[in-house]
């Protein structure tokens, strides 16, 4: 019987996408999921981010700057929706939050979105780049988390470039502010 139960762990594993048997049994393949899954819900909010510049006006450099991010969070939206679908799960319907932390964000995102469109001039601007650079701090640091474990080399390797990129965005937003 034990075995039977052995084969059959090990058929399993060798069914799964590479990244998920490289994670092991022991829970990380579920925090990495995890991981993937508030990457790409980040990245899919951010990567319009700078479609509120047909809306309000700000100067030259926070546009750049903000354009920056999307791209980046572009690439993150795009990755991490091809390697969980790799691995077996629907980016679309996977649920990645407790109900009570999804509508406690989309009341912020509601409440946030109010003030951003409330202001007007240089207290946009600085509210603005308050916000990405808190989006990029925030993807900087779910990145690094979520690398911890990946056990697929160039994944984790993407995840690092894509660290590297907010991480240098942040800065410049840093320098604005």
């Known amino acids: 019987m034990k075995l039977l139960r052995a084969s059959f762990c090990l058929f399993t594993l060798a069914a799964l996408p590479l990244s998920l048997a490289q994670a092991g049994t022991d829970g990380t393949a579920a925090r990495l999921h995890e991981g993937y899954g508030l990457l790409h819900d980040l990245a899919d909010q951010e990567k319009n981010a700078d479609g509120i510049f047909l809306f309000k006006h700000a100067p030259d450099a926070t546009k750049e700057n903000v354009r920056q991010l ?7 939206d795009h990755d991490t929706e091809a390697w969980l679908k790799a ?22 995102q509601s ?8 202001v007007k001039g240089d207290p946009f ?17 779910l990145l690094a988390a979520t690398r ?24 410049r937003l840093d320098a604005q502010l």
């Open 70 to 76: 999307v791209a980046v969070f572009k690439r993150i």
């Open 87 to 108: 691995d077996g799960l629907d980016p679309a319907t996977a649920e990645h939050l407790p109900q009570v932390e999804a509508e406690t964000r989309k009341a912020i």
């Open 111 to 118: 409440q946030r979105a109010h003030e951003i469109f409330a």
């Open 125 to 141: 601007d600085r509210l603005y780049l308050r916000l990405q650079e808190q989006s990029a701090t925030y993807g900087m640091n």
């Open 148 to 171: 911890k474990y990946e056990g697929d080399a160039e994944r984790e390797k993407a995840l690092a470039a894509f660290e590297r990129d907010l991480r240098r965005i942040k800065a």
